[in-house]
């Protein structure tokens, strides 16, 4: 499965790269979990959160079923 939360975050990543920002993958958790670390001006952005649960989980959830949720890491 972490081959195909890598594709699909390799949809979002352009979007949070335009804005000075990227992200990264840590884990993918047997429980459907997805862990990942925004990095750049994504990283100490307001609106990170907002942008993790509309933009990149929705894509992630949307194309994965198996993944219930992604959460931010240090």
Same mark, same amino acid.
């Given at each position: #499965?972490?081959?195909? +939360?890598?594709?699909? @975050?390799?949809? +979002?990543?352009?979007?949070?790269?335009? =804005?000075?920002? =990227?992200?990264? @993958?840590?884990?993918?958790?047997? =429980?459907?979990? +997805?862990?990942?670390? @925004?990095?750049?001006?994504?990283?100490?952005?307001? #609106?990170?959160?907002?942008? @993790?649960?509309?933009?990149?989980?929705? +894509?992630?959830?949307?194309?994965?079923?198996?993944?219930?949720?992604?959460?931010?890491?240090?």
């Amino acid at each position: #499965m972490r081959e195909r +939360v890598e594709a699909a @975050l390799a949809k +979002v990543r352009p979007a949070l790269q335009a =804005d000075g920002g =990227d992200i990264e @993958l840590v884990n993918v958790r047997e =429980d459907g979990v +997805v862990e990942v670390r @925004l990095k750049g001006a994504c990283g100490g952005c307001p #609106m990170a959160k907002i942008t @993790l649960k509309n933009g990149v989980e929705r +894509v992630l959830t949307a194309e994965i079923p198996e993944v219930k949720e992604v959460i931010e890491v240090e």
